[in-house]
């Protein structure tokens, strides 16, 4: 089955220590967003990628980046992680330009502990 | 986008009809309104969407009402594992793609 896929589905880092989470889809979708959630939060859009043109939103703080080497895949790297990034980290993608929100297909997810 | 307002939690018996009230009361003309529930420790997974008519799928009825200030989603005979919380979210549906996620709605089904 067409899916998204993400690994880890657990992470546990070092404070400080570079820490990348994955994911891949078989869909053959355009657009590729993270999500950010948090305990008892919604998620929140760190950012996406159109293609290859990469979307940050306001907020994202900058130790957050991202890399699409290609279609299928996509890399959320956390530069420095802090205590306060430890949260389940979401991967999903959409048909971009068809503007239907059916198209969002969500990952599992990768749960990330600072320690 | 507008922003939408939803009860924080709701309960519901199993078998009955769980309708989850969501209010958008600044709508614009080319808003869709758009349904995700997320049960616990998965990913959010789509359920339905509706411009202005109502709608009904497999999983769910959206209905929206004619000002197109608020909608009910209706789950008509709740299980169990309709246990989540669910989101009811308003986005530009022509070249808008991102989706941003509002505070939600937690149901529990209970025996």
């Known amino acids: 089955d067409a899916m998204v896929i993400q690994n880890p589905r657990y992470q546990v880092t070092q404070f400080g220590k570079p820490v990348t989470l994955s994911c891949s889809q078989t869909l053959n979708h355009n657009v590729m967003y993270w999500y950010q959630q948090k305990s008892s939060q919604a998620p929140k859009l760190l950012f996406h990628?159109?293609?290859?043109?990469?979307?940050n939103e306001a907020d994202t703080p900058d130790n957050f980046q991202s890399r699409r080497p290609n279609t299928s895949f996509c890399f959320l790297d956390i530069r420095s992680p802090g205590l306060g990034d430890a949260a389940m980290y979401l991967c999903?993608?959409?048909?971009?330009?068809?503007?239907f929100g059916y198209g969002y297909t969500f990952g599992s997810g990768t749960r990330l502990t600072v320690v | 986008d507008a922003k939408t307002t939803q009860p924080p939690s709701m309960d519901c018996a199993e078998g009955r009809a769980a309708n989850l009230p969501c209010n958008h009361s600044t709508i614009s003309g080319n808003e869709y309104v758009y349904w995700y529930r997320q049960i616990h420790s998965q990913g959010p997974q789509y359920i339905i969407h509706g411009l202005k008519n109502n709608e009904t799928n497999e999983m769910a009825s959206l209905i929206i009402t004619e000002d197109r200030k608020s909608s009910t989603l209706i789950l008509p005979h709740a299980t169990l594992r309709d246990t989540a919380v669910y989101y009811c979210i308003v986005r530009v549906g022509v070249y808008t793609d991102k989706l941003i996620f509002g505070t939600g709605t937690r149901l529990q089904v209970f025996p």
């Open positions: 990628y159109y293609d290859k043109d990469f979307n």
């Open positions: 999903a993608t959409s048909r971009g330009g068809q503007g």
